[in-house]
């Protein structure tokens, strides 16, 4: 039998050559002077060879053991390589069952605005994958995940911790569709979290404030690219989102009109924005700034990404505006409460804020032309308005209608 002494001792040859430790077991050492344990042995008549490990990072003592268990499992009848095999293989389907596997593979096959799957992959990488990750994902029980979700839930984080919970039940789902499991456990789930408070976002609408915000803007002494993000949005009202990763190449200035494509919508449909006098005015004084191409409104400190989605509201801050004030997020609420108020068809107001439809008969006829007409008449209207309140001037009508 051989000792740690001698294997120690043992030089490398021209050719590859095995020294025996006993009952199968041997030493085998490479050219390049690697030492691998070896198991020969014979299964259902054939000649056959267990790899057992690398010298010295598996001891004598730990290779002995192994080939113990090896002859036991012979003794009973099973063959150690194929039982090997069998484990291998139960490994590898258990990572592609995984949760880690199956949620990377569902955020993959989402058709979804490019903000929503940022959302839902940070979700699930900074709170599900470190947690649940490597369980097979049809062994993952409602209580490791409702632990998770009370982790999440304890720092205050209630409306992070509802999310996650949806998102992980649809990754679930995805799972049982797909045959890799057959329950979703945050089904028993529901109303064991705390319900997060609604959150309304602040919002100017009285006219003589909104001329007074207007006025601030006017002054605004910060960059001149977040000054423009400022006097477009009120004229715009789309989500701040979309104005940030607005692009050179979805505006037709001399048809005073902009395309926000699906992938970048909140509800993932195609969106028309016509553009009043003033906003394409605004526009073609930034087109020396940023254009041709590339980003409107890109971060100050690359051109390869857009503005910080807290330029915006940091801005406002700046000019005197709490959060509890006004956001930019506010200025669709401003439009949507002062349009309604003074006539404008609800349906042309509801498709220019690119709000979901709740009829799914009228979804259904509705994209991102319907109402533009009348959306158009109502854009420059309303651009005109404020310019009238900005100034100070009488408030008049925007010769709205009702239909």
Not at 21 to 30: P, R
Not at 78 to 84: F, G, H, I
Not at 205 to 234: N, S, Y
Not at 345 to 350: G, S
Request: net charge positive; glycine share 6%.
């Amino acid at each position: 039998m051989l000792t740690n002494t001698e294997l120690r001792s043992l030089k490398p040859r021209t050719k590859p050559y095995r020294v025996a430790d006993g009952t199968g077991l041997s030493i085998e050492v490479k050219p390049s002077g690697s030492k691998l344990w070896r198991f020969r042995y014979r299964y259902a008549g054939k000649a056959k060879m267990l790899s057992m490990g690398v010298y010295p990072e598996v001891t004598l003592r730990e290779a002995r053991q192994l080939h113990n268990k090896a002859r036991k499992t012979l003794r009973e009848g099973t063959d150690p390589s194929e039982l090997r095999q069998q484990a291998k293989t139960a490994i590898a389907q258990a990572a592609v069952n995984s949760f880690e596997a199956v949620a990377r593979q569902w955020m993959a096959r989402q058709d979804v605005a490019e903000v929503t799957a940022i959302k839902n992959r940070w979700l699930l990488e900074t709170f599900a994958i470190p947690e649940l990750g490597r369980h097979p994902i049809a062994e993952i029980t409602p209580r490791e995940i409702l632990t998770l979700l009370r982790k999440v839930e304890s720092t205050g984080k209630l409306e992070t911790a509802q999310r996650l919970k949806q998102k992980i039940g649809q990754v679930c789902r995805y799972a049982i569709v797909e045959g890799m499991a057959e329950v979703d456990p945050t089904g028993s789930l529901r109303g064991v979290l705390k319900t997060p408070k609604t959150h309304h976002h602040a919002a100017i609408t009285e006219p003589k404030a909104i001329g007074a915000l207007l006025r601030a803007i006017d002054g605004f002494e910060g960059q001149p690219v977040t000054l423009a993000a400022l006097k477009l949005l009120p004229l715009v009202f789309v989500r701040p989102g979309e104005l940030r990763h607005a692009e050179w190449l979805e505006f037709d200035l001399e048809a005073a009109v902009w395309h926000i494509p699906a992938e970048r919508m909140k509800m993932g449909a195609a969106h028309i924005v016509p553009l009043s006098k003033q906003a394409v005015a605004i526009l073609r004084a930034l087109y020396p700034l940023t254009g041709p191409r590339g980003y409107v409104f890109p971060s100050v400190r690359t051109s390869t990404r857009p503005m910080s989605e807290n330029t915006v509201n940091a801005a406002l801050r700046r000019l005197g505006y709490s959060k509890d004030e006004m956001t930019g997020h506010g200025f669709r609420a401003m439009a949507s409460s002062r349009l309604n108020e003074m006539g404008w068809t609800p349906d042309a107001i509801e498709r220019q804020l690119a709000h979901a439809e709740s009829n799914a008969v009228r979804a259904a006829y509705s994209h991102g032309a319907a109402y533009l007409d009348e959306r158009r008449r109502m854009m420059q209207a309303w651009a005109d308005y404020l310019d009238g309140i900005k100034t100070g001037g009488n408030v008049v009508a925007l010769h709205g209608r009702r239909t």
